[in-house]
């Protein structure tokens, strides 16, 4: 009787799985959080490539439009929407709007999110809590940015907090000299940089040239306008950042983007590339999915969520990673792929030597030096990707991580399903 009632809490708990190890994770159960619908729109150059003449609002429009009809899910059983985003001030108003447009009743609320670089995978740490509080059944979680029109404005912080203590000065940071403190303190020269960044952009051009990414990525429509301004929509359907042809020498003739801070090793090249884009999913309790029949992709596992110097934000999954892995009990050996933001070359090249990871396992289709870095939607479009190449390789298991601007880092674990 002891062992049934141990049984019973375990299922209507479904955080008593964690620490259990994958075996535990792989068990089906009603309360688990899984995935039934996944999808992210290209992701195209700020300022200059296709969605330069959109706007957020516009662009999180497309993307709940694209998301919904991808899936077989009725609008109305979406009880939450979380988006992350990092730049808009006004993205709560617009995120609103563009979900009743969409076809979201007024009945489900929605929410903005920032976290920075862990935004979008946030959105879906908090649609996917609400499922295991019970609080919800059905939530769309995503990441949007539109970089083309985020506001260029150097951090702030207060003088007196500056004086009381130098990590909180440390936080007004740029990111680019966290980058050059991550190659200083830990001796990773520009040629490593350069060969991890050209790997990225060799793995992308390739996957994008099969067409693995077309599983993933929904046509959207974007507004254009001419140089005499005449405007109208186009269809765009590719990522515009991998760059054919790049090698080691290509890279290594680019100038240094921060001179100013020693040892300089970081470049436009081997760093992520400044971008617009949306990625996200539906999240669903598990027995309203087998009740309504839908396909099943992954099931959400667990996030977990670190802190470190704001100085070196950058090795943020270094730590994010081993803790995600300890809280499900789940091994690095078991893991069959790992999506890591590229948000500079020289933390990716770090936190690969650190974890001793397998390259082969790492970043498979490239990374955001290649692909770009929209910061609020990286998050979810680690877990798109991570789930589409799962399916393709027939594998299981997938940790996606990201380092998080003053000094945190991010890591999620899901499960793919036959």
């Not at 980058?179 to 200083?184: L, T």
């Not at 390739?206 to 067409?211: D, L, P, R, T, V």
């Not at 270094?318 to 948000?343: R, Y």
Request: glycine letters at 8%.
């Amino acid at each position: 009787m002891a062992q049934r009632i141990t049984q019973l809490a375990s299922h209507l708990d479904p955080r008593s799985w964690l620490g259990k190890g994958l075996h535990a994770h792989q068990a089906k159960n009603d309360s688990d959080v899984v995935i039934v619908a996944a999808g992210r729109t290209p992701f195209t150059k700020a300022y200059k490539g296709s969605m330069k003449d959109s706007k957020f609002d516009l662009l999180c429009y497309e993307f709940f439009k694209s998301l919904l009809a991808s899936s077989a899910v009725d609008p109305k059983l979406i009880q939450d929407v979380v988006v992350g985003n990092v730049y808009n001030d006004e993205a709560p108003y617009y995120v609103r709007a563009a979900a009743l447009a969409a076809g979201i009743p007024n009945t489900t609320p929605a929410i903005v999110v920032n976290r920075f670089c862990s935004s979008g995978l946030m959105a879906i740490r908090a649609i996917a809590n609400g499922i295991q509080a019970g609080e919800i059944e059905c939530g769309l979680a995503c990441g949007i940015e539109h970089m083309s029109t985020q506001p260029k404005r150097p951090t702030v912080i207060s003088e007196e907090l500056s004086k009381l203590s130098q990590e909180a000065d440390d936080c007004k940071m740029p990111m680019g000299w966290t980058s050059e403190n991550v190659a200083k303190d830990f001796n990773i020269p520009r040629a490593k940089m350069d060969e991890f960044a050209v790997r990225s952009h060799q793995r992308a051009v390739q996957a994008q040239s099969q067409g693995k990414f077309d599983a993933e990525i929904f046509p959207i429509s974007v507004p254009t306008v001419s140089k005499d301004g005449a405007r109208q929509n186009a269809i765009i359907s590719a990522d515009e950042g991998p760059r054919p042809g790049t090698t080691a020498e290509s890279l290594g003739k680019i100038k240094s983007a921060f001179p100013q801070w020693a040892p300089s090793n970081t470049t436009g090249g081997n760093a992520s590339q400044i971008t617009d884009g949306a990625a996200g999913v539906i999240l669903m309790r598990r027995s309203l999915a087998n009740k309504l029949g839908l396909k099943v992709l992954g099931k959400y596992v667990s996030c977990a969520v670190t802190g470190l110097e704001p100085r070196i934000m950058g090795i943020g999954p270094s730590s994010a990673i081993p803790a995600v892995l300890e809280q499900t009990g789940v091994k690095q050996e078991e893991v069959d792929l790992f999506e890591i933001n590229e948000a500079f070359a020289s933390m990716y090249v770090y936190c690969v030597e650190k974890l001793g990871l397998d390259l082969e396992k790492v970043n498979v289709n490239g990374g955001a030096c290649a692909l770009g870095h929209p910061l609020g939607a990286t998050g979810a479009r680690l877990v798109v990707t991570a789930l589409k190449e799962l399916e393709r390789r027939n594998q299981k298991v997938a940790v996606v991580s990201m380092c998080i601007g003053l000094g945190m880092g991010a890591a999620g674990l899901i499960l793919r399903e036959d």
